[in-house]
C-alpha cells in the first residue's frame, strides 16, 4: 500500500522557516576538540509520514481519552561527525540545531575522496534529560541504486522503524562510508525522534542532506534550479 505523506508545520511538527544558515564555532570538553555549527531549520519541509502520524496521535487518545487535546513538544538532538580513516573531514563537527532538529547539508564540510567518518547522536528533553520511550524512525530520500552489485538506498519516501539498532549502536557511533558516496545512500532523509507519554508527544528531526549529489536524492529541486 503506498504511504501518504503530510507536510506539518510548526504549531504540529514541522521544520520550516523563511532562511536556512550556520555558524561555525569551536568547541572543547571531555568529547575532544569540535568544531560547532549551528544550523537553522531549513526551507525544506519535514515530509512525515500521515498513518504514522496517526498511529501516534490514536495511541495517545487510548491511553489518555480525558485529554481533549495532545500536548506537543520537541526533543534536543545533538549531532557529531567524527574524522575516521581517510582525509573526508578537516576535523571533528558538532551540529547544534534548534529545539525540533533541523537540516545537515554535508557538503559544507564533508570532503570529496575515499574515506569514512563516525556519526553520534544524542537525544534528550529540552532540559537536557534522558528522553524516555524514545522510539526512532527513519524516513529514507536515497534513491535504490547497485553498487558493485549491491543494492543501495531505500527509495523515496519510505519509513522504517530502526528503533531497537539505533539504541543498540547509538554510543558508539555510526560508520560511513564515502566512496562512490554510500553514506549519502544510508543517511539521505530524515531521522524522526519520538516520545509520547501521559504529558504529550515530544518530537525531533534531523535531516541529513549532501547538495553536491541531489541526483542521488529524493529532495525537491529548488525552484531557481
Known sequence: MKLVFALFFIASFAFASDKAEEKHEEKHDDHGHYE???????????LIPKVLSE?????????????ETIPRSFLKVETFFEKNAGDVLEKNY????????GTVDMSEFLEDGVGSFTLKIKVTTENNEPVENLKIYSISQAKSRKIDGEKWGDG??????????????????FVF??????????LAGTLLFVSQDRKGIALAG???????????????QAKSE
Do not use: W
Not at 165 to 173: A, I, L, S
Not at 177 to 186: E, F, G, H, N, P
Open 206 to 220: 534531523m535531516t541529513f542532506l549532501d547538495d553536491r549529489f541531489k541526483h542521488l536524492t529524493c529532495f525537491p
Open 177 to 186: 562510508y564515502t566512496k562512490d558516496q554510500r553514506y549519502l545512500s544510508v
Open 94 to 101: 558538532e551540529i547544534i540545531a534548534p529545539l525540533g532538529g
Open 156 to 173: 523515496c519516501f519510505k519509513a522504517f522503524d530502526i528503533t531497537s539498532r539505533f539504541k543498540k549502536d547509538m554510543t558508539k557511533g
Open 55 to 67: 498511529e501516534m496521535e490514536a495511541a495517545f487518545r487510548k491511553e489518555n481519552p480525558e485529554k
Open 36 to 46: 560547532r555549527i549551528r544550523v537553522q531549520q531549513s526551507l525544506r519541509s519535514t
